[in-house]
């Protein structure tokens, strides 16, 4: 007789991958440290750090496809890996000069840990002891928009900015560097945050989370008005008159961030 296959069992694929490959690097790793040859302590990192996230997408997909009260919790893995996986690829793409195991912004800062481990215990917390909260379909539906609407600004920021994009803000003008004031950039002058504001935010949303969703929303918005800041003062010096005339048509796209100020 014919069984019929489960669907999620489908989406194990990426799991028993990113298993495989994991176990495959672990091994080689070890028996080249064995026979005392030098390692490449970043290349095995990184590939850690890809694998790691393949599997926690594929654990996403099958929570998300599974028969269970835990699909949300599935979009946020598969939106949380998808996020660092891609910030890690787009870098590679436009400036691969940049790039390092700190693309994938998985090390960004001890509050951004801080904040997505609050989120998983919150989540968790709430759905043992409220478990009707997590099922509001309607405003995960909202906030899985928001994470699509926030990634995708964010990675056409990128695109747009090409080369001149870096994860790390730049105190000294590289002789290629160039303002960039089209696409995405003559709607917004700083898409690439509107887009991981939005982001966050939405992750939030999206597990019906009220305590992180407002903590995010804070610690968020102050941490952009400050880089913003910080960024366009070197924006300025880099490209003087240039950046002042864009700044003067150009709205930041944060709500109540208007950016440096300039005396006229
Ligand atoms: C993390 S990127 C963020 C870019 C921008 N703030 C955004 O949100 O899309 C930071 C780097 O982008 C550069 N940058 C920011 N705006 C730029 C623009 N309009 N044209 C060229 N470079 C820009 C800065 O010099 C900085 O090194």
Same mark, same amino acid.
């Given at each position: 007789m014919l069984t019929k296959k489960k669907p999620y069992l489908k989406c194990s694929f990426?799991?028993?991958?990113? $298993?495989?490959?994991?176990?495959?690097?672990?091994?080689?790793?070890?028996?080249?440290?064995?026979?005392g040859q030098c390692v490449d302590p970043e290349g095995i990192s990184l590939n850690r750090a890809a694998c790691f996230l393949g599997f926690a997408f594929g654990c996403g997909l099958i929570l998300s496809f599974a028969d269970t009260t835990?699909?949300?919790?599935?979009?946020?893995?598969?939106?949380?890996?998808?996020? !660092?996986?891609?910030?890690? @690829?787009?870098?590679?793409?436009?400036?691969?000069?940049? @790039?390092?195991?700190?693309?994938? +912004? $998985?090390?960004?800062?001890?509050?951004?840990?801080?904040?997505?481990?609050? =989120?998983?215990?919150?989540?968790?917390v709430e759905k043992l002891l409220i478990p009707e909260m997590k099922q509001m379909n309607w405003l995960c539906l909202v906030g899985l928009v928001m994470v699509l609407c926030g990634?995708?600004?964010?990675? /056409?920021?990128?695109?747009? /900015?090409?080369?001149?994009f870096n994860h790390i803000v730049q105190n000294e003008k590289a002789?290629? !560097?160039?303002?960039?004031?089209?696409?995405?950039? %003559?709607?917004?002058? !700083?898409? =690439?945050?509107?887009?991981?504001?939005?982001? =966050?935010?939405?992750?939030?949303?999206?597990?019906?989370?009220?305590?992180?969703? +407002?903590?995010?929303?804070? %610690?968020?918005?102050?941490?952009f008005r400050e880089r913003i800041e910080e960024e366009e003062i070197s924006l300025i010096h880099f490209f003087g008159e240039d950046y002042i005339e864009y700044k003067k048509v150009v709205f930041t796209g944060l709500p109540f961030i208007s950016g440096i100020r300039v005396n006229s």
């Open positions: 990426p799991v028993f991958t990113g $298993l495989r490959c994991y176990a495959k690097l672990h091994r080689h790793y070890r028996i080249t440290r064995k026979k835990w699909t949300h919790f599935g979009w946020y893995m598969c939106s949380l890996s998808f996020f !660092h996986y891609s910030e890690y @690829l787009v870098t590679a793409i436009i400036n691969p000069r940049s @790039l390092s195991l700190d693309s994938f +912004l $998985l090390n960004h800062s001890v509050e951004y840990t801080v904040a997505a481990i609050s =989120s998983w215990i919150e989540f968790t990634e995708s600004l964010r990675k /056409a920021a990128m695109l747009t /900015a090409g080369s001149n002789q290629s !560097h160039v303002l960039v004031t089209t696409g995405v950039y %003559a709607l917004f002058r !700083h898409p =690439s945050y509107v887009g991981w504001f939005y982001w =966050s935010i939405g992750t939030q949303i999206m597990l019906c989370n009220p305590i992180c969703l +407002l903590g995010y929303t804070i %610690a968020s918005w102050r941490f």
